[in-house]
């Protein structure tokens, strides 16, 4: 069935310095793709959703040059945390519709990122 | 005001248990329903969509009002395995995105 594979799973990064993160749709076309955080004991928030070949559009209160969103084929999002800050530290996942007018949503397995 | 609002729980129960979550939402432009299951510090995983005329699967019953923008999630027969957290999620037809809910955690005790 359909997959999307995030990656890293885990990632440690020092205060001032940037990470991406990839997101992929294994075995279908993925023409929207959705990023969401999750803080502990929290809910999934959406950040951004990503449209293949056009800029992203991001939710209210998100800053779209510290979360650069490319989208560039069909099958790969990623999320860049720019000059990430320990208050970044959070569980980012991605999710993929397949298609235009796909009605299921596939998740990545997440990112656990903790910046130090 | 919550675009999707759960009570957080813990819910607490023993296995064989019948347990009822509830869910309600804001944004009555909302045209799709679903439960999806989180286990800790992992990715959601879809439990079931829910339909206006309620659906079940196996165990777990799902139920809508539109008119009271209510949706709610029944568990019988309880497992061990169940003990999750259990996201009332909703979509609608502009955003396409899904809007989750906080979660209601489930611990089933043996």
């Known amino acids: 069935g359909a997959v999307v594979s995030q990656h890293p799973s885990r990632v440690i990064c020092k205060s001032g310095t940037s990470v991406k993160i990839e997101c992929r749709s294994l075995d279908f076309q993925a023409t929207t793709m959705f990023w969401y955080r999750q803080f502990p004991k929290q809910s999934l928030m959406l950040m951004a959703t990503?449209?293949?070949?056009?800029?992203?559009?991001?939710e209210q209160g998100v800053e779209k040059d510290k979360f650069l969103i490319n989208h560039a084929s069909l099958t790969l999002s990623t999320l860049t945390v720019t000059s990430a800050h320990p208050e970044d530290s959070s569980f980012y996942i991605c999710?993929?519709?397949?298609?235009?007018?796909?009605?299921?949503?596939?998740f990545g397995e997440g990112s656990w990122l903790t910046v130090v | 005001r919550k675009e999707v609002e759960q009570d957080p729980g813990p819910f607490n129960v023993p296995e064989g248990a019948t347990v009822a979550f509830n869910c309600t939402y804001s944004?009555?432009?909302?045209?799709?329903f679903f439960w999806y299951r989180q286990d800790c510090r992992k990715e959601p995983k879809l439990l079931m969509s829910?339909?206006?005329s309620g659906n079940e699967d196996g165990r777990f019953t799902a139920q809508l009002n539109r008119a009271s923008q209510y949706i709610s999630l029944l568990i019988r027969d309880s497992k061990l395995s169940d003990s999750a957290t259990y996201l009332c999620v909703v979509s609608d037809t502009g955003r396409r995105a899904l809007t989750f809910g906080s979660g209601t955690r489930l611990q089933v005790q043996p």
């Open positions: 944004n009555s432009a909302s045209q799709s």
């Open positions: 990503s449209n293949e070949g056009s800029k992203a559009t991001y």
């Open positions: 829910v339909y206006s």
């Open positions: 999710s993929a519709r397949e298609g235009l007018l796909g009605n299921t949503i596939y």
